[in-house]
């Protein structure tokens, strides 16, 4: 069986990185994967969880050609949602801190991942021509945002900001996200990612272990709430699926894919 979490441990803090080439994209058992490698983690007492991508990229997003060869079946398409959400939701809930290790391109799904985490170290592209990218892009392929979602947004970049990014579906670079708050700091190169997102997590690991808990719970209280289903309704998300600009939009994305 192919393995799509790789599980790296760092003293204790555990690093879950995400193996499904060649871009990470998100179906449903990579999904199911993570919640179960999250509860793994926490099952075990680990103190601190890094989640980390490839180099180049974090993930791609959810996979885009595999919901749609799911037709008409709007059972299984709910279930390949319920997964991605239930994934989100596992990291918003942790009762231990989350670094996000963003390796590459953390686009939509991937980027929703990421600001369910506690804190988040994105990569800088070698090349200024062809820079990283991270952001909620869904207007792009005919899907809107549900409210949970547009919430963790405007939690990080604030209300103004968010609403110009999510109804463009911009996606900004790495240097652009360090300056709007999208992410907390920039690395040079994957390793270097990892390794200051663990450094973060050793930080918070030396305070006083209650206190630094009992104030992450208050500060993320709002979060939780986000993710939960009543901010998400999903039924409608997957009924929005199905209208002609998103499918329009959807299946112009994965010709564009199968090109690559």
């Known amino acids: 069986m192919t393995t799509l979490i790789e599980v ?3 003293g204790p803090i555990r690093e879950l990185r995400l193996a499904r080439p060649p871009v990470n994209a998100l179906d449903t058992e990579l999904c199911r994967s993570l919640i179960a490698a999250l509860s793994q983690a926490m099952a075990e007492d680990v103190q601190g969880i ?4 490839s180099e180049r990229i974090f993930t791609g997003g959810m996979d885009v050609p595999y919901l749609l060869r799911h037709g008409q079946d709007k059972h299984k398409l709910l279930d390949s949602w319920q997964a991605f ?3 989100a939701r596992t990291l918003a809930e942790s009762r231990i801190p989350v670094a996000a ?3 590459g391109h953390s686009p939509a799904g991937g980027c929703v991942l990421a600001l369910c985490c506690d804190y988040r170290v994105m990569a800088r592209s070698v090349d200024p021509a062809k820079p990283y990218v991270i952001g909620l892009n869904e207007v792009q392929v005919g899907l809107v945002a549900p409210e949970g979602i547009q919430h963790l947004m405007r939690r990080v970049v604030g209300t103004h900001r968010a609403g110009v990014l999510l109804a463009g579906g911009q996606l900004v670079t790495s240097e652009r996200a360090l300056e709007i708050g999208l992410v907390d700091e920039l690395a040079n190169g994957a390793d270097a990612v990892v ?3 663990v450094a973060w997590l050793q930080a918070q690991l030396k305070l006083p272990r209650q206190p630094m808990l009992q104030t992450r719970a208050i500060a993320r209280a709002d979060l939780h709430d986000a993710m939960q289903p009543e901010h998400i309704q999903l039924e409608r998300f997957v009924e929005a699926w199905y209208s002609a600009d998103a499918q329009g939009a959807l299946q112009a994305l994965a010709a564009r894919l199968g090109k690559n």
């Open 8 to 10: 790296i441990n760092h």
């Open 50 to 53: 890094v989640l980390s991508g």
């Open 85 to 87: 959400f239930g994934a």
């Open 101 to 103: 290790a963003l390796t």
């Open 195 to 197: 390794a200051q997102a």
